[in-house]
């Protein structure tokens, strides 16, 4: 039997993740298992989603604690992805979630090609009113760039990849993961389920504007 103890605050965030599960999930954007959140306590330590669990489906024995490098605190598998939301935690000190959805809008748009036939490094969003959604921006005549990766079995090599390309770039609030899905995140968990509702939006714009 498990006897480790977590921390209160460890528990308000559990109820956070639980919550962003059953939103997530009504909108059909972690179908099966897929999908991992987090949410940094304050004390560095993150509070993560275990491996294999249906998000819309999730207890509080569904989430784990890890320590600030992705190492299990309780004996609990966290997912394969870890490293990804370690990177954004040790990259961004003001952000305390990450969320990970397999939306069908974010999985259909990072496979779009280029004119050259290949997959697409970048979807561009720019003058669109929801915009505003994302903290620091306060006017429709704007842009912002979600960057897209390809697709890697490699979590720690794909992690560099990521935080290589953001030594080069402000402002990031999401990247896709080519036909896997999105990453964004937030100050809160409920900021990252605004970024989340509005860049799914946003592509699905995209994605009928540029149909066919």
């Known amino acids: 039997m498990n006897h480790y103890e977590y921390p209160e605050q460890f528990y308000h965030l559990s109820d956070a993740l639980i919550y962003a599960g059953k939103i997530v999930d009504s909108k059909g954007w972690c ?8 949410a940094r306590l304050s004390d560095g330590t993150i509070a993560i989603t275990v491996s294999g669990k249906h998000k819309g489906h999730l ?20 997912s394969a992805e870890t490293l990804l939301h ?12 990450v969320l990970h959805p397999h939306s069908l809008n974010s999985t259909l748009i990072s496979m ?14 720019k003058n669109y009113e929801l915009l505003k959604a994302f903290s620091g921006i306060t006017t429709h005549e704007t842009r912002i760039v979600i960057p897209a990766f390809a697709n ?30 999105l ?19 946003l592509f699905a714009c995209e994605l009928q504007a540029h149909r066919g």
Do not use: C
């Open 112 to 125: 779009r090609q280029n004119r050259k036939n290949k997959l697409i490094s970048k979807v561009v969003l």
């Open 152 to 181: 890697d079995q490699n979590i720690p090599r794909l992690a560099k990849q990521i935080d290589d390309y953001m030594d080069t770039q402000d402002d990031i609030y999401g990247y896709l993961l080519a036909g896997h899905g």
């Open 86 to 97: 370690v990177q954004i935690y040790q990259r961004f000190p003001d952000i305390y979630a």
């Open 59 to 78: 207890e509080h024995g569904d989430i784990m604690r890890i320590d600030a490098d992705g190492n299990s605190l309780d004996g609990k598998v966290p």
């Open 183 to 201: 990453y964004t995140w937030g100050a809160s968990v409920d900021e990252a389920l605004r970024y989340l509702e509005a860049l799914d939006f």
């Open 31 to 38: 179908p099966a298992t897929s999908g991992n959140f987090s």
